[in-house]
Every structure is written in structure tokens, then in C-alpha cells.
């Protein structure tokens, strides 16, 4: 008998061996990968759509999304690997090892992850909102899990690690419907005093735009080295703050010139003093 026919023979047997004896493990592990891949999808549209029901947020709703349907995905990949004879013990302590190292290695993108979600629950501002946020002052763009993206007043685009941001001081600008525009303004000391008071009074009282409430602030604050100063405080809507703080200043300026009240600027008199010079005896 050849011997090279009895290898192929010998060959044939072994793999149909290996064929009867694992064919139904394979066959069983990819319906339980097909099967458990589309349950994974169909919990985590499940778990979106009463998310959304909810009106969370979709930013984190994106993530949530992605966060149970990657998890799910991991437990059809062990159970495939268990129903393939693989040691799953082992396989769990590789992945977690592997996560810790990874853990290790992207600690800053994890405080930035971390911080992330913590200003998409908390919403201490939103897109469209006004605010200074980890240092930059800007209209907030958008609030992603790593960082979030605002348009400067100059229209600069500047993204800000979300950790930088949950570590410093948060002002939004926006939050309320209302501001305070707060003015000093100075007059000369051989001014009247009483007539610079009624002059602004009138003049807050020709802007439509300043609430009635609160009431409008006005006061003499302080006696300053080279001026009276008032306060000016009105209240306006926060969308009109600054048409409001310009439009006033322009007017106060152009009504004390018309009045003949003067807004004195700083300066300094210099006397010279000429020294005679003696002669001696």
C-alpha cells in the first residue's frame, strides 16, 4: 500500500474527527455570537428610547448607548469563548489586567471622561449659554464626554478639557433673565451734585429697555481724588445687557455735555518754585 495515501487517509480521519467533535461547539458559539449580538443592540435601543422618553440629555444619552451596548457585547464574546472551551477565568483576568493598565495609562482621558459626564448631569451650563468656563469666556458650542468646545466674543474656536473646567471656577453668564448694568460715573467737585442725580435719572427713564423691576440704583458712591462718583445700576433683560451698557454710556456723555456737567479726568498740578540765590558778605 502507498504510504503517501495513508497519510491523506490518516489526515481525512483527523479532520473528521475534529469536524464531528467540534462543529456543534462552533456552530453553537456562532448562533450564540449572531443571537447575542442583536439582543445587545435591541437592549440598548430599548434603554435609549426610555432615556429619551425621559429627556436626558443626548449627549449622554449617546454615550449611555454606546457604554450598554459595548458591555453586553463583551459578555456574548465570553460566552462564545466559554462555549469554545476556552478558559474563561483566564480570559477575564487578561481583560482586567488589561483594563487596569489601560486605566493606568489614560488617567488624564478618564478625569476628563469623568468630568465630562458629571457636567452633562449636573448642566451647570448649556449649549447656547454665555460663560467662563476653565479660564475662556465664550458662547458654549458644545459639551462632549472629553471636552467642551466654545466660540470666544472674537470667534475663536478654543476646546477645553472637560477636567479643567470641573476644577475651576464655573460663571454663566446666561443662566438668569436678568443682569445688573453697574456704571460709575464721575463729576467734577464744582458740579451740582443734586442736578448730575436728576440728569441721570432721566436718562435711565428714556430707555425703554430697563426693567422697572427692580428699581433702577442711583447714588453718590464715593468722594474719589479728582471726582464725585455715582453708581448707575439698572436691571435688563441678559439678552439686552450690552446694547444697554454702551447705549447709556454714549448718552450719559453726550447729556452732562449738553447740561454743562463735567466728567473730569485724572491730572496733577506741578508748581515751580524758583530759588533765589544768595550772595555771601
Known sequence: MDLSSLNIE?????????????????????????????????????????????????????FLE????????????????GQLGINT???????GAAGLAIGLALKDSLSNFSSGVMLILFRPFRVGDFATVGGVTGNIKSIDIFNTTLNTPD????IVPNANITNDVITNVTANDT????????????????????????ILKTENRILETPAPKIA???????????????????SDYWDVYFDLTEKIKLTFDQEGISIPFPQQDVHLFQEKSGTEA
Open 66 to 81: 454606546s457604554i450598554v451596548y459595548y458591555t453586553l457585547l463583551i459578555v456574548v464574546l465570553i460566552a462564545v469563548a
Open 220 to 238: 453718590v458712591s464715593e468722594l474719589a481724588d479728582s471726582s464725585v462718583n455715582f453708581v448707575v445700576r439698572p436691571w435688563v433683560k441678559t
Open 10 to 62: 490518516k489526515i481525512i480521519d483527523t479532520l473528521t474527527l475534529w469536524a464531528t467533535t467540534y462543529s456543534v461547539k462552533i456552530i453553537a458559539a456562532v448562533l450564540i455570537f449572531i443571537i447575542g449580538k442583536w439582543l445587545a443592540k435591541k437592549v440598548s435601543n430599548v434603554f435609549i428610547k426610555l432615556l429619551e422618553k425621559n429627556k436626558v440629555d443626548a449627549t449622554l444619552t449617546r
Open 179 to 202: 443682569r445688573r448694568v453697574d456704571l460709575t460715573i464721575g463729576i467734577g467737585y464744582g458740579d451740582d451734585v443734586l442736578k448730575a442725580k436728576q440728569v441721570l435719572g432721566e
Open 155 to 158: 470667534n475663536q474656536r478654543v
Open 89 to 95: 477565568t483566564s480570559f477575564l483576568t487578561i481583560v
